[in-house]
């Protein structure tokens, strides 16, 4: 079965601090994604990537950087962290365009 | 933009009983996908169709769409508590930018 994990689980830390949050797959896909959720505002796409090296900006971009080191390793880095960017992020993969996509557990961050 | 969006905040029901969530989406697809969010978990997809089918059946899920009226429809029949979670749809656009795009979500309650 398809397995997205993320790390860490739980992160607090104060406007102005540098975050990175991490995600790994192992289902050998192309494709991966940041989301974050949001109450009243379902998933919103940040980054994705479609291979390692490859970066695509998403529908909310604006301070985050994403780095794909590998096909299964994407990262979000939040530099200057604003209480804004408090939120539920959601890595995902998949195996191509329009498919299905595998979600990790989420990372509940809190930005004080 | 919103490309999709589920038609009601919250539904609930006893468990036995029929509830069905709708999603209007506003582009020409390729496809649709209905995904589930229990809580404290990612998103994990039910079913996909696409633009050229009318109904899509996973046990006792079904999925109908409508291109004409740009609408959709996932009916789940004898619920359990288990059914308890969020549902969205998500959708793609026929041209140019591929991502997925999520609805807000339907909050589906079971009641024992």
């Known amino acids: 079965e398809a397995a997205v994990t993320q790390s860490p689980r739980n992160k607090v830390t104060v406007t102005g601090g540098n975050v990175t949050l991490s995600c790994r797959q192992t289902n050998s896909h192309n494709y991966m994604y940041w989301y974050r959720q949001d109450t009243g505002h379902g998933l919103r796409l940040i980054h994705y990537s479609y291979g390692a090296g490859n970066l695509q900006i998403g529908d909310v971009p604006d301070g985050y950087k994403a780095t794909r080191t590998t096909q299964e390793d994407f990262f979000l880095l939040l530099e200057l962290a604003s209480p804004s960017q408090t939120s539920l992020y959601f890595c995902a993969s998949s195996g191509g365009v329009r498919a299905e996509q595998f979600f990790g557990p989420g990372t509940r961050l809190t930005v004080l | 933009s919103q490309l999709a969006e589920e038609n009601s905040w919250a539904l609930s029901v006893h468990e036995g009983e029929s509830v069905t969530v709708n999603c209007s989406y506003k582009t020409s697809i390729t496809a649709l996908q209905w995904y589930r969010q229990k809580s404290g978990k990612g998103p994990a997809q039910l079913i996909l169709?696409?633009?050229?089918?009318r109904e899509k059946r996973n046990g006792r899920l079904r999925a109908t769409l409508d291109t004409s009226s740009q609408s959709s429809s996932l009916s789940i029949t004898a619920t359990r508590c288990e059914d308890t979670a969020v549902y969205f749809c998500?959708?793609?656009?026929?041209?140019?930018?591929?991502?997925?795009?999520f609805g807000s979500g339907t909050q589906l309650t079971v009641m024992p």
């Open positions: 998500a959708t793609d656009a026929s041209s140019g930018s591929w991502q997925l795009i």
């Open positions: 169709i696409r633009s050229n089918e």
